[in-house]
């Protein structure tokens, strides 16, 4: 069993900075990929960007160019570094993580953006 757990959301202005944490509760390095989804209320899911195992990296063109992520198998982490947000990024943000083809997904974390 794989836990996640997010951190690190909160309330921020339009064009302001947040870093999400997810945290698994063992070794990441047989997660892949691992990544983060998002879901605003009454909209789809949508994936917002994920890395593989040796570092590949791919994004949402909702996000590309603003949104980077990274992970540190030394700590079990994944983050997300969120740049020039928008009203639009307001949403629950789940971080995932694929075993073995098995998707597990942490709880989420709030992101609220205000214009």
């Known amino acids: 069993q794989v836990h996640l757990v997010e951190s690190g959301g909160g309330l921020v202005r339009t064009g302001g900075s947040l870093r999400l944490f997810c945290v698994a509760s063992?070794?990441?390095?047989?997660?892949?990929?691992m990544g983060w989804a998002r879901q605003a209320p009454g909209k789809q899911l949508e994936l917002v960007a994920f890395?593989?195992?040796?570092?590949?990296?791919n994004y949402s063109d909702s996000v590309k160019g603003r949104f980077t992520i990274s992970r540190d198998n030394a700590k079990n982490t994944v983050i997300l570094q969120m740049n020039s947000l928008k009203p639009e990024d307001t949403a629950l943000y789940s971080c995932?993580?694929?075993?073995?083809?098995?998707?597990?997904w942490g709880q989420g974390t709030l992101v609220a953006v205000s214009s």
């Open positions: 890395i593989t195992s040796d570092g590949r990296t």
């Open positions: 995932n993580g694929f075993r073995d083809g098995v998707p597990y």
């Open positions: 063992g070794s990441i390095l047989n997660l892949n990929p």
